[in-house]
T-cell receptor, first 114, second 112 residues
Framework: GAGVSQSPRYKVTKRGQDVALRCDPI?????LYWYRQALGQGPEFLTY????????KSGLPNDRFSAERPEGSISTLTIQRTEQRDSAMYRC????????????FGPGTRLTVL | EDQVTQSPEALRLQEGESSSLNCSYT??????LFWYRQDPGKGPEFLFT???AGEEKEKERLKATLTKKESFLHITAPKPEDSATYLC?????????????FGKGTMLLVSP
């Protein structure tokens, strides 16, 4: 596709349920990033993939959060046993890779945990 | 720890009234400074990357500059369609990759 796509765009879930957020990066982009953005704040790094390898997961808040990118393209961010504090906009970005490169962001998934 | 501070938090301009947004940063080994534009309900849209002090880049009414401690986004004769939140981010570190650390952004409103 022309840009990064994310699905669903909106997700409402009940506390304690698991959710899976999907990111489809720009075709050919080897690097994929997940961020979380609170209202009035800039995106905050969660995790990063280079091809299928998860290179950095230091930004994941706790072990309820996990991410995968099994074939080096589409990625899934999973939140287990959701809590109200997990409510936020989750954004995905991709880049062509290499040392200096721009990240292109998707429209995000708005997660609301009731 | 990398830190990025943007000012002002919000800025209201009249159409045609030029101004500048500031992004000050504290990082160990800056590899790149990025400016993004974000419209309400949308993801950040890439504008510029600056790599070294003294570098400047322009796009339409926007010009970004970089010093060793800060970057400025100059907006010349803005139009209402320039209204958006402008985000600054830094990429730093010695590893083969590095993630972006964002500031909180400056919300710009340009009135006709």
């Amino acid at each position: 596709g022309a840009g990064v796509s994310q699905s669903p765009r909106y997700k409402v879930t009940k506390r304690g349920q698991d959710v899976a957020l999907r990111c489809d990066p720009i075709s050919g982009h080897v690097s994929l990033y997940w961020y979380r953005q609170a209202l009035g704040q800039g995106p905050e790094f969660l995790t990063y993939f280079n091809y299928e390898a998860q290179q950095d997961k230091s930004g994941l808040p706790n072990d309820r959060f996990s991410a995968e990118r099994p074939e080096g393209s589409i990625s899934t961010l999973t939140i287990q046993r959701t809590e109200q504090r997990d409510s936020a906009m989750y954004r995905c970005a991709s880049s062509s890779g290499g040392t200096y490169n721009e990240q292109f962001f998707g429209p995000g998934t708005r997660l609301t945990v009731l | 720890e990398d830190q990025v501070t943007q000012s002002p938090e919000a800025l209201r301009l009249q159409e045609g009234e030029s101004s500048s947004l500031n992004c000050s940063y504290t990082v160990s080994g800056l590899r790149g400074l990025f400016w993004y534009r974000q419209d309400p309900g949308k993801g950040p849209e890439f504008l510029f990357t600056l790599y070294s002090a003294g570098e400047e880049k322009e796009k339409e009414r926007l010009k970004a500059t970089l010093t060793k401690k800060e970057s400025f986004l100059h907006i010349t004769a803005p139009k209402p369609e320039d209204s958006a939140t402008y985000l600054c981010a830094v990429q730093a570190g010695d590893s083969g990759y590095s993630t972006l650390t964002f500031g909180k952004g400056t919300m710009l409103l340009v009135s006709p």
